[in-house]
């Protein structure tokens, strides 16, 4: 947790009632003392890279059903042409538990399956955020 103002959480959707269901779980303060999250909203491969490359990341959430750019393909092209020090952990969501070993070979820290149980999501996201 580089920032101590403040923890940036980039989420990860072409769906925006998926992003605000998301932000909604974890709220502005995941854990008892946290700083407070500023959530930065990605809808495609391009947002995700632009964010990313422009602000300090600690967390990132990818919805594992993105249409367009596919997530597990964002992640892989996150982890191949950005700096290692930028790329935040990855938490995936994906709809189905087979598509698991998709999300591990894309790098994620996490992985959970839909649909998302809010209490869960958020105590595992405080876990990422206190490493």
């Given amino acids: 947790m580089a920032n101590k103002d403040h923890l940036n959480i980039l989420v990860f959707s072409d769906d925006s009632s998926f992003r605000e269901e998301i932000k909604a779980a974890i709220g502005l303060h995941p854990y008892v003392g946290s700083p407070q999250v500023t959530f930065h909203d990605a809808a495609t491969s391009f947002g995700v890279t632009s964010i990313l490359e422009e602000n300090h990341v600690d967390l990132a959430i990818f919805d594992g059903e993105v ?65």
């Avoid at 596919?70 to 290692?84: N, R």
């Avoid at 149980?117 to 955020?129: K, R």
Wanted: charge should be negative.
């Fill in 67 to 131: 249409q367009k750019d596919g997530a597990m393909s964002v992640a892989h092209t996150v982890h191949d042409t950005l700096p290692e020090d930028s790329i935040p952990p990855i938490v995936f969501i994906v709809a189905r538990q087979q598509d698991e070993w998709l999300a591990r070979g894309a790098h994620a820290s996490l992985i959970l399956t839909q649909p998302v149980e809010p209490i869960l999501l958020q105590e595992q996201v405080a876990q990422l955020l206190k490493r």
